[in-house]
């Protein structure tokens, strides 16, 4: 994708804009609103056909979040690829125990640990 010449002037505008340095005024103005939804819908239209560059993803994301609390429960990284294969084995070998249980079984157990 090679943004056009366009697309740069509608972004630059738009950053005009919202600094409130622009002929608009204050951003939170009816006029410079207008002004605003138009250029966001000429970006909108731009990003479909590949001129325009994809809008920045917000930085309070949900997959940001997520990506954030991980890196702090598990500093070391992922755990399910940073896991010691002997231990990943281990925990493999006590749920393919568990999953062989008949359900009867299964149950107790559930509500054992859930009284614990």
């Not at 056909?49 to 992922?78: C, M, Q, T, V």
């Not at 294969?85 to 157990?109: C, F, I, S, T, W």
């Amino acid at each position: 994708m090679q943004p056009s010449q366009y697309s740069d002037y509608l972004i630059g505008t738009r950053d005009i804009i919202l600094q409130g340095g622009s002929i608009w005024g204050d951003p939170d103005k009816p006029l410079a609103k207008n002004k605003l939804a138009e250029i966001e819908g000429h970006l909108a239209f731009m990003r479909t056909i590949g001129e325009a560059p994809p809008e920045p993803a917000p930085k309070w994301s949900h997959e940001n979040l997520a990506r954030e609390r991980l890196a702090i429960e598990f500093p070391g990284g992922d755990p399910s690829t940073t896991l010691d294969p002997a231990l990943a084995n281990y925990y493999g070998q006590q749920v393919d125990a568990l999953a062989k249980l008949d359900p009867e079984r299964q149950a107790d157990m559930a509500a054992k640990v859930a009284v614990e």
